[in-house]
T-cell receptor, first 113, second 114 residues
Framework: KNQVEQSPQSLIILEGKNCTLQ??????????LRWYKQDTGRGPVSLTI?????NTKSNGRYTATLDADTKQSSLHITASQLSDSASYIC????????????FGKGTTLSVSS | DVKVTQSSRYLVKRTGEKVFLECVQD?????MFWYRQDPGLGLRLIYF???????EKGDIPEGYSVSREKKERFSLILESASTNQTSMYLC?????????????FGSGTRLTVV
């Protein structure tokens, strides 16, 4: 069964600190993996998209890694800011034509001052 | 940038009412999707459409229907709203079936059924 598991479920950190969010998946065949940021009450916004051949991608202070062999991804946030407080959702796309995305349940990050 | 617009940010409806949630995209995308998002459950696919007048059931279609009369507009219909349909509803679109990129979400509609 295609699944995406995220950990931790929630995380609280101090402003300025770094953190890493984890995503493990059992999706086959694999096409790509995305990380989304979702502010409270808003729709998800894409941070990064990685295909099988990519093992790291950055978007400002966000850096995503992908290990296609172990089927694991991480999202590292550097020098966190209060505006990073949000849910972060890992989403995996399978290669079959027309297949919709498989979503993780998300990690809720709270950055406090 | 692709824009996916959901007509209402917040809606409050009564049990038994017929409810229409509207979604419009402005980039000539073929595929459109409706999800609901609930705490602890994540996003779940309700219905999707590959093109005009086409529709496919997702994982949780019960109690919902959809309409795609024009390419840019995909409507989600709650035939008789119930309290267990209180949720955040998200619309998304992508260029076509071959595109694993360019998947864009709307801002969401928070529906409360009382």
């Amino acid at each position: 069964k295609n699944q995406v598991e995220q950990s931790p479920q929630s995380l609280i950190i101090l402003e300025g600190k770094n953190c890493t969010l984890q995503c493990n998946y059992t999706v086959s065949p694999f096409s790509n993996l995305r990380w989304y940021k979702q502010d409270t009450g808003r729709g998800p916004v894409s941070l990064t998209i990685m295909t099988f051949s990519e093992n790291t991608k950055s978007n400002g202070r966000y850096t995503a890694t992908l290990d296609a062999d172990t089927k694991q991804s991480s999202l590292h946030i550097t020098a966190s800011q209060l505006s990073d407080s949000a849910s972060y959702i890992c989403v995996v796309s399978a290669s079959q034509a027309g297949t919709a995305l498989i979503f993780g349940k998300g990690t809720t990050l709270s950055v406090s001052s | 940038d692709v824009k996916v617009t959901q007509s209402s940010r917040y809606l409050v409806k009564r049990t038994g009412e017929k409810v229409f949630l509207e979604c419009v995209q402005d980039m000539d995308h073929e595929n459109m999707f409706w999800y609901r998002q609930d705490p602890g459950l994540g996003l779940r696919l309700i219905y999707f459409s590959y093109d005009v007048k086409m529709k496919e059931k997702g994982d949780i279609p019960e109690g919902y229907s959809v309409s795609r009369e024009k390419k840019e507009r995909f409507s989600l219909i709650l035939e008789s709203a119930s309290t267990n349909q209180t949720s955040m509803y998200l619309c998304a679109s992508r260029p076509d079936r071959r595109s694993n990129y360019g998947y864009t979400f709307g801002s969401g509609t928070r529906l409360t059924v009382v």
